[in-house]
């Protein structure tokens, strides 16, 4: 949950519309190699050529409860885009897994919530104010969870 890649690979695929297949079948045992099924997660990419991701899925070897997950430090920086609309770009050293926020005391509404937030990675999510804030009070009453923080 480091950062560390333990496995990469890529291939080309040609995807057909509305259709649903496995293009890739890696055991298990070789993506794992002796390492802790506790501390892995299996980062998989769909990219078009340019470089820009269609889809991405986390796999974790290990149930929620059982993982070996650090605790996170995570940065958060934002930024004001209008009145009532600000942005926070989040990034961590190590794997943060379900991150959530919330604001300890102003109301608002984060466009996306509940995600995992890879190691170096960087998060950007929009939050709208329900009412007038600063960004000193964004700073200020940020609270960031993560699944660590629930056992």
Known sequence: F???PLFSQTQSLQIEPLTSKAY???PK???LGKQDPKKV???CEVQQANGTVLSRNNYYFALPKEMALP???IAATWTQTNDSTFRVTLQSKTLAREVNLTLSEKDGFFVDNYFDL???EKKELTF???GPITLAELRSQLV???LVDAF
Do not use: T, Y
Request: avoid cysteine.
């Open 2 to 4: 480091n950062g560390r």
């Open 24 to 26: 890739l079948d890696i």
């Open 29 to 31: 045992a070789r993506l």
């Open 41 to 43: 997660v299996l980062s």
């Open 71 to 73: 605790k996170p430090s």
């Open 118 to 120: 890879l190691p170096g």
């Open 128 to 130: 709208r104010s329900q």
């Open 144 to 146: 960031v969870r993560s």
